[in-house]
């Protein structure tokens, strides 16, 4: 079938069997690599995207679900935005192969909640997965980027 | 085509000298820009230095620590120094084979590295200190440049790099003093951060090859069964499924694009030849294992100091304790994948996220049915290791699949078979006894562990009977502690299940035994279990220190918040030792970690951010592993095949605070990456034991209720 979706910012009209998962047209026919395969079933987080300002599991998506839909990944972030530079202040990643869903959930999290206690956030990060270990890092980039934010905000 | 580095590679004088620039005057790129090209480094002529690494980068850092070490040496600014894994040769081997584990990645390659460093500086230098016609005493490399202070002229490396490669390189050119060094030993950022902070395709799953198709592994749930059939027309209807292909263990779907390769491979009908284990179950091991604990068995000696039996007999009382550990996942994020080419030229080019270089080469050339020589192994970073890409099991078949599609293949698994294919950390068991005399004071330990041989299973060569598997005794076998006599022994209790070094390897279970036996005899002797461990390490200024560090920052002796409780590990293992004292509490009948602190000597350090990163992730895996984690074997396989039955940790139950202490003992450099690890566990379970009064003897923290 063909679907049409908005990408990052764009028009991208695909031809894809409708239950292909999101993710698997990201990586394999936009080439977009963001996203990662990490366990097929919507359980490690490793391929979170963000669906009209959602974020979702993009393994268990199916494409004929998204007609028309805003998808963001992490190639749409740009490079400077508030949380990517908080996770590199923090230097968050080790392996980094589940830190492209994890900066994903930060900015979705900081989307609906600008300024999460440290509850709300590990509550709000806790779909994620990462065998690294670097979850207490994970914890300040996300304070970092909503104190970032609200500065910015203020000033 | 023959670059000048692989000439450089192939030229038989590296085989003993490790870091030599062609001797020839006709160092060029293949744009005939003039180059300088040793084993380890490239400078180019814009003066960017790149640096071939002999480690893998899976997130431990080293890469970085490579980078600063280079940087430092040669006298350039961190960001101009580029950092690749090399591919097999000599000068990236270490005991003859090249590879990451054991923890080695800085503190073995420290000095090979400066010495290349050194090398390439001398000889710019050099070349420099000839241009200008004076002494090349009077010259210094500095921030990329070499510099002659008294007639003010300075060069950079790029413009030197050419000449520098015609002159003779000396042996052994005297190394930067401590003080001209500038990143060694402060926080700098990780080289490979900024890529992954934008989500690069840095992972051999992000590679992409012009032609590429798609293949997904169906392997045997059964550990080691061979394929006895499929039936192709079971997955003809599934759009973009080009093939099935026979594989070792089972067999892979090609497809057009990575969903139908999986969904292939899903509704695959298959059927797998039967195994003598195909019956065999977790009770059962467990019950090998404990027997082996029991007198029939016949142990392997490891340590014998004073006389055990002696002591036991004159005890006026024996503590014992029996323990026992599961089978566990290393569970990498990355899936097992590798993209595999044949090339017209007759190379054989692989992109895969591998530990042992070497292992995996010889492993693709053998099934491609060629020399090692003509296997182009492109390491690319990890999406996670902790051991398990040590092997070399899912080569073969990726590359039996591209030879039977006739181009570029990604080949991979779906996370059911990175669960079941094994290669675990060993399910283990243990009895320790303590002899104490009337007054409570200890006469001596004995410990035994029964389990299977990790080396029978990881190493090629295998294990012949009667040797000892030394990471079945690690840490216990060569413990500081001097409890009076020690004895320690191992019974080999083998199993069909395959068995890998997972992140500390042995320590993991032995640094649970030993610790959680040292807490148990304390409360049976009355003793605070931070004083018997005091006693233990009297003779020894060094562990004193490190124990002492870890207590008195985390308040022993002063009363934790109410509800909670404190626990307190020692274990050394790859060259440093590691105190942990854990501050837990039960949040809803469940076990939660406040605290954390952890005192490490490494002897010294190039990175101090990159220690505290990999103390906070042992840390966090080793909670991961003793709050949840088991793989439970059924019907001659793994149960656990995804995260929805294998709980890893997730941030909600990560320790409140780590807090990290390292210490600069001056002592040799020590391992970073593992040691961290195997005090958690024992830590948090004397401090459960402290909280609730009842010994946890088996693990995971999940098998026990706590009310």
């Known amino acids: 079938m063909k679907i049409t979706l908005k990408v990052n910012g764009a028009t991208r009209t695909l031809e894809a069997e409708p239950d292909m998962p999101l993710l698997w047209a990201l990586r394999d026919v936009l080439s977009l690599k963001g996203a990662k395969y990490g366990c097929g079933i919507g359980t490690c987080g490793a391929c979170t995207v963000l669906v009209n300002g959602r974020a979702m599991r993009s393994c268990v998506v199916p494409l004929k679900s998204l007609e028309g839909d805003e998808i963001r990944t992490i190639e749409g972030l740009g490079g400077n935005h508030p949380v990517q530079l908080a996770w590199l202040e923090e230097q968050v990643p080790q392996c980094g192969y589940c830190q492209s869903g994890q900066i994903m959930q930060a900015v979705a999290l900081l989307e609906r909640m600008p300024q999460p206690t440290a509850d709300e956030i590990r509550a709000g990060m806790n779909g994620v997965l990462c065998r690294c270990g670097t979850y207490p890092r994970i914890e300040a980039a996300v304070r970092r980027a909503a104190d970032a934010q609200a500065t910015r905000k203020e000033g | 085509m023959l670059t000048r580095r692989d000439f450089v590679l192939g030229s038989g004088a590296l085989a003993i000298a490790v870091s030599v620039p062609l001797q020839d005057a006709a160092g060029a790129d293949a744009a005939g820009s003039p180059q300088f090209v040793t084993a380890y480094l490239e400078i180019a002529p814009d003066g960017r230095v790149t640096l071939h690494s002999p480690t893998t980068e899976m997130g431990q850092g080293t890469h970085t620590g490579h980078a600063v070490i280079i940087a430092d040496e040669l006298g350039v600014a961190l960001d101009r120094v580029s950092v690749v894994t090399a591919e097999p040769a000599d000068p990236f081997r270490r005991n003859g084979q090249m590879g990451s584990g054991g923890s080695w990645g800085v503190r073995f390659w420290y000095q090979p590295l400066r010495k290349a460093a050194a090398q390439a500086r001398a000889v710019l230098v050099a070349a420099a200190a000839a241009q200008w016609g004076v002494p090349a005493a009077e010259c210094r490399l500095e921030d990329g440049e070499v510099v002659h202070a008294a007639s003010q002229r300075r060069l950079g490396i790029g413009a030197l790099a050419g000449a520098a490669a015609a002159l003779p390189v000396p042996a052994d050119p005297a190394l930067r003093p401590k003080s001209e060094l500038r990143y060694t030993g402060r926080k700098v950022p990780r080289v490979d951060l900024p890529a992954k902070v934008r989500g690069e395709p840095v992972f051999a799953s992000d590679v992409e090859r012009p032609g590429m198709v798609y293949a997904c592994a169906r392997l045997s749930p059964v550990f080691g069964a061979e394929l006895a059939g499929f039936e192709r027309a079971s997955v003809a209807s599934i759009p973009g499924v080009l093939d099935v292909v026979a594989i070792p263990g089972g067999a892979a779907v090609v497809a057009q694009h990575s969903w139908a390769a999986l969904r292939g491979a899903e509704a695959l009908v298959i059927r797998f030849k039967a195994t003598p284990h195909d019956a065999l179950d977790s009770a059962t091991i467990s019950r090998q294992m404990r027997a082996g604990l029991g007198d029939g068995a016949q142990p392997i000696n490891a340590r014998a100091d004073g006389d055990w039996a002696a002591v036991a007999g004159s005890a006026a009382r024996l503590v014992e304790a029996d323990y026992e550990v599961p089978y566990l996942s290393h569970s990498p994020m990355e899936p097992w994948n590798c993209t595999v080419e044949f090339q017209a030229d007759g190379t054989l080019h692989v992109w895969a996220p591998v530990q042992a270089q070497d292992r995996n080469r010889n492993a693709a050339a053998a099934a491609a049915g060629i020399p090692a020589e003509k296997v182009r192994l492109h390491t690319t970073l990890l999406g996670g290791g902790f051991g398990r890409r040590l092997g070399a099991d899912g080569i073969a078949a990726a590359v039996v699949t591209a030879r039977a599609a006739g181009r570029p293949v990604k080949f991979f698994w779906r996370r059911e078979d990175e669960f079941g294919q094994g290669w675990y950390r060993p399910a283990q068991a243990a009895r320790l006894k303590a002899a104490l005399d009337a007054d409570g004071r200890v006469l001596g330990l004995h410990v035994r562990t029964a389990g299977p041989a990790l080396s029978a299973s990881f190493s090629p060569q295998g294990l012949p009977a009667g ?153 966090v895996q080793g909670l991961s592993a003793v709050l949840g984690e088991a793989v439970n074997i059924a019907a001659g396989g793994a149960q656990e095949r995804n995260f929805d039955t294998y709980p890893l940790l997730r941030i909600s139950d990560a320790p409140e605070r780590i807090e990290t202490i390292i210490i600069e003992s001056g002592e040799a450099m020590g391992g970073v990456g593992e040691p961290p690890l195997p005090p958690l566990a024992p830590a948090v379970v004397n401090a459960l034991v402290a909280l609730t009064g009842k010994p946890i003897r088996e693990l995971p923290l999940s098998r026990h209720r706590f009310a």
């Open chain 2, 467 to 619: 040797q000892l598997d030394g990471s079945s005794v690690q840490t216990i076998r060569e413990s500081r502690y001097r409890p009076g006599a020690f004895h320690v022994e191992w019974v080999r209790v083998d199993q069909p299940v395959p068995m890998a070094p997972w992140r500390s390897v042995g320590a993991t279970q032995n640094g649970y035994f030993l610790e959680c036996f040292v807490d148990e005899v304390a409360r049976a002797a009355g003793r605070d279990p931070y004083q018997l461990r005091r006693e233990w390490l009297a003779h020894d200024a060094r562990a004193l220190n490190v124990l002492d560090v870890a207590a008195k920052a985390a308040g022993w002796g002063q009363p934790p918040a109410k509800g909670r409780a404190r626990g307190m590990a020692f274990v050394e293992s790859y060259g440093s030792l590691c105190a942990e004292v854990a501050e837990v509490s039960l949040r809803a009948g469940r076990p939660f970690v406040h605290r954390v602190v952890c005192a490490l000597d490494c002897g010294s350090i190039v990175l101090p951010d990159g220690v505290r990163s990999q103390v906070e992730g042992g840390i």
